[in-house]
C-alpha cells in the first residue's frame, strides 16, 4: 500500500462514506486513519500497531479505551503515544498515563433514583399487566439496583403524575394502576429513555454545501448571527439560524487571525483525581524551584516518575517556572489562588470540570447577587474566570468563600441552576418522558423554557430535571467538602494582585451569564438580547397568505409582506398557528373570533410603531393591550422602554404561571 494511504474518519461524515473507510482500514488498505471518538465504538477496525492521542484525553478510561486499540492481542502490548500542547494539557496527560499504568480508572457515573426512568417503568408496568397494585409496582422498581433507595412518596408522586398527564389510571380506594388510553401511545412513543434531540446541519452559504453538522443544545444554548466558532479546522460565523429546516447558516472567515471562537462543543470533563494530581506536580515543582532547584534538575526529576520525556517535562513546566520567578503563590492540590485585574477574577483551583462548574455557579451567584449585577463565568479543570462589575475584586470571592455555609450549597445551586439554559433544555427533555407533553420539541418550543419551568416547578419532572443537571454537570458533596476545608484551615486561600502566568493558562469552555434579580443596567442589556434573540411569527392579514417565523432582530424597521406589500402584519407568538388558521378560516367560532380580534390588535400596533411593536410583542406575557400601553408611554431613553417590557413580564410571572 501507499505510505501515504490515509483517511479520516468522524461522526459528521455520512455514513457511506463512513462505512467505506472502516472496511479499508480493516482490510489493511489504509496505513493510518485520522478519527475523533467516532472510532471508540466496540467495533472490530482490524490490526492496529499504535495509536497516537492528540490532546490530553482528560481521562484514565478514555487513553485506555483508544490506545488499547493498538496491539489488540492477548499476546501484544498497547502502544500509544500522546502529543500534548504543553501546560496544563502535558501535566494532564502525565498524569493520566501514570494514573492508567496503575489501573487507577475512574469508576462508572452511575444515574441513582432517576424518575423519568422510574415513571417509563411504572407505564411499562401497566402496559404488561394491565392493571397492577402499586405496592407491587413500587417493589419491582426497587428491587433494581439504580432505585434501591427510592422512597415511597418519590413513588406516589411519580404515579400521581402519570395519572394527571393521563398516562394511567389510578384507583385510590384500591391503590391499583390501570391501563388509560394514553398509556399505549406513551409506551410505543417512549421505548428508548434516550433523550430525542436534533441535529442541526451546518451550511456554507458561500459553497451551498453542508460541512458538518452542531447538536441542538449548542445551537439553542450557544449559537446566534454573528456568532464564531470552529469546524472541520476553519472558522464560521453564523448568519441565520433556520428553525424550521434545523440548519445553521454560515459564511467563513477569510482571515480569521486575532479571531476568537464566541462558543466550543462541550469539553469532555477532567476528573477531580486528575486535576487535583496537576496541582500536585505544580505544588511540587514549585517548591522545589524556591529551595533553588534549576528547571532542569526539576524536569529531570519529573521525567524519571512518569511516561515521558525531558524535554516534555520542561516545556510543561514552563508557566510554572514563570509563575514562580514573578513570586506569585502557586495554585496547587492545596491551595486556592485568587487573583484579578480591571473587570476579570481569576479563581485558580485545581479540582476538576464539575467541582469548578459548581464552584463557578455558586460564586457568580453569589457575588453578583451582592454587586447587584450579572457575573460571567468561564471554566476549565484548573481556574474559572469571572468577568465582574466595579467594586468586585478578588477579596469579594474571598469573603464568599469563607463565609457561604457548605450545608446550604445545594439550595444555593438549585437558585443558580434556575436561571441556566442547562435546567430549562433538560426540563423539556424530562417532560417528555414524563407525558407533560407529547414531544421534547413541544416543550422547547411551543411552551418555552421559562413557561414551562413556572408550570412544572413543584413537580416530580422539575426534580427529575434538577437531579440530571446536577448529576451530568456539578459536583456538589466534593464542592462542599472543598468550601469546609477552605474555612477549616485544610485548604489554603491566597490571593495575587495581578496576572499570573498559571492564571492566564487557561482553555475557554464557554461562557454563561447567571444574571440576579435585583441587577439593573446588566439585567437590561440582557433583555434586550434576549427579546432580540426570540422567535415571532409575521403573518399577514391583508391577504392572509404570507406567514413567516423569524428572529425579532431580523425584523425590519417597518414589516411588510412580500407578497402584497402591506404593512398590516401580526407578530404572534412562534407557536402560535392557531391563531393564523382562526384568522384564515371562513367561518368562525368564539375562540376563533376572539384569536382574530387579537391578531388585528397586534398588527395595528405593527402598522403604526414598526418594530418596537413587535419587540414589545415578542415578550413573555406581553398582549397587545399592554404592549400598546409600553408603546405609548413617554421616556427619555431606550432602557427605560426595555425595562417596562421586563417589568411587565415579571408581573406575568407573579400572576400566570401557565397559559394554555
Known amino acids: 500500500a501507499d505510505p501515504t494511504e490515509i483517511e479520516l474518519h468522524h461522526g459528521s461524515l455520512s455514513k457511506e462514506v463512513r462505512i467505506d473507510v472502516e472496511d479499508r482500514f480493516k482490510s489493511g488498505e489504509l496505513d493510518g486513519l485520522v478519527c475523533t471518538s467516532s472510532m471508540e465504538l466496540g467495533i472490530d477496525v482490524g490490526r492496529v500497531d499504535h495509536v497516537v492521542q492528540y490532546g490530553s484525553p482528560r481521562e484514565v478510561a478514555r487513553l485506555l479505551q483508544r490506545v488499547g486499540r493498538a496491539g489488540h492481542r492477548r499476546d501484544l502490548v498497547s502502544e ?15 498524569a493520566i498515563a501514570r494514573r492508567a499504568g496503575e489501573e487507577l480508572v475512574e469508576p462508572a457515573n452511575i444515574h441513582h433514583g432517576s424518575l423519568d426512568t422510574v415513571a417509563n417503568q411504572i407505564v411499562g408496568l401497566v402496559m404488561d399487566e394491565g392493571e397492577v397494585h402499586a405496592r407491587e409496582a413500587y417493589e419491582t422498581v426497587t428491587n433494581a439496583y439504580p432505585f434501591a433507595d427510592l422512597s415511597e412518596p418519590e413513588f406516589q408522586e411519580v404515579v400521581r403524575e402519570l395519572d394527571g398527564n393521563r398516562l394511567l ?16 401511545q406513551y409506551f410505543y412513543a417512549n421505548l428508548s429513555m434516550i433523550p430525542d434531540e436534533a441535529t442541526y446541519e451546518v451550511y456554507d452559504m458561500s459553497s451551498r454545501r453542508g460541512i458538518g453538522t452542531l447538536d441542538e443544545q449548542f445551537v439553542v444554548n450557544f449559537a446566534g448571527p454573528g456568532e464564531t466558532f470552529v469546524q472541520r479546522g476553519e472558522m464560521w460565523k453564523i448568519t441565520e ?10 459564511t467563513p472567515i477569510p482571515d480569521p487571525t486575532g479571531e476568537v471562537p464566541s462558543w466550543v462543543g462541550r469539553e469532555i470533563p477532567v476528573p477531580k483525581p486528575v486535576a487535583e494530581e496537576v496541582g500536585r506536580i505544580r505544588g511540587e515543582a514549585a517548591a522545589a524551584l524556591e529551595a533553588g532547584s ?37 495554585p496547587t492540590d492545596e491551595r486556592i489562588v485568587i487573583e484579578g485585574s480591571a473587570r476579570t477574577v481569576a479563581v ?20 453578583g447577587q451582592r454587586a447587584g449585577s450579572s457575573v460571567g463565568m468561564d471554566v476549565d479543570p484548573y481556574r474559572i474566570e469571572f468577568e465582574v462589575p466595579g467594586g468586585v475584586d478578588p477579596g469579594t470571592f474571598r469573603e464568599v468563600l469563607e463565609t457561604t455555609d457548605p450545608e446550604r450549597l445545594e439550595a444555593y445551586l438549585e437558585l443558580a441552576v434556575k436561571k441556566s439554559d442547562a435546567l430549562k433544555f ?41 437531579r440530571e443537571v446536577f448529576h451530568a454537570d456539578l459536583a456538589v458533596p466534593e464542592t462542599a467538602d472543598l468550601l469546609a476545608g477552605v474555612q477549616e484551615g485544610a485548604l489554603d486561600l491566597a490571593i495575587a494582585r495581578e496576572r499570573t502566568p498559571l492564571g492566564t493558562a487557561g482553555r475557554s469552555a464557554g461562557t454563561e451569564f447567571l444574571v440576579p434579580d435585583n441587577a439593573d443596567a446588566d439585567v437590561i442589556e440582557t433583555v434586550r438580547e434576549r427579546i432580540q434573540d426570540d422567535r415571532v411569527i409575521l403573518f399577514c392579514l391583508h391577504c392572509t397568505d404570507w406567514k413567516h417565523t423569524t428572529k425579532v432582530r431580523r425584523v425590519r424597521d417597518q414589516p411588510e409582506c412580500p407578497e402584497c406589500g402591506s404593512t398590516r402584519i401580526a407578530a404572534l407568538n412562534p407557536w402560535d398557528d392557531e391563531t393564523v388558521a382562526a384568522v384564515r378560516a371562513p367561518e368562525k367560532d368564539d375562540e376563533q373570533e376572539r384569536r382574530t380580534e387579537r391578531a388585528h390588535r397586534a398588527a395595528s400596533l405593527v402598522q403604526t410603531h414598526g418594530k418596537r411593536a413587535v419587540i414589545a410583542l415578542a415578550a413573555r406575557g406581553v398582549g397587545p393591550h399592554n404592549a400598546a400601553r409600553i408603546i405609548n408611554k413617554l421616556r427619555e431613553d431606550e432602557d427605560e422602554f426595555y425595562r417596562d417590557v421586563l417589568r411587565q413580564e415579571r408581573e406575568y410571572a407573579r400572576t400566570q404561571s401557565f397559559w394554555d
Open 169 to 184: 389510571w389510578l384507583d385510590e380506594e384500591t391503590d391499583t394502576l390501570e391501563k388509560s388510553g394514553g398509556t399505549w
Open 294 to 330: 534549576t528547571p532542569e534538575a526539576v524536569a529531570a526529576d519529573l521525567a524519571e516518575r512518569y511516561p515521558t520525556d525531558r524535554e516534555t517535562v520542561a516545556s510543561a513546566l514552563k508557566p510554572v517556572v514563570d509563575h514562580v520567578e514573578a513570586g506569585h503563590p502557586t
Open 80 to 94: 500509544g503515544t500522546v502529543v500534548t500542547q504543553g501546560g496544563d494539557d502535558a501535566l494532564e496527560a502525565l
Open 348 to 367: 485558580n483551583a485545581a479540582f476538576g470540570h464539575e467541582v469548578n462548574e459548581t464552584l463557578a455557579r455558586l460564586l457568580a451567584a453569589l457575588v
Open 426 to 466: 433538560t426540563l423539556a427533555q424530562v417532560a417528555a418522558k414524563f407525558g407533560a407533553v407529547k414531544r421534547y420539541k413541544e416543550g422547547r418550543g411551543k411552551f418555552g423554557g421559562d413557561r414551562l419551568l413556572a408550570a412544572l416547578e413543584d413537580t416530580p419532572v422539575y426534580d427529575e430535571a434538577l
Open 241 to 250: 439560524i433556520d428553525e424550521e429546516e434545523e440548519r445553521v447558516n454560515v
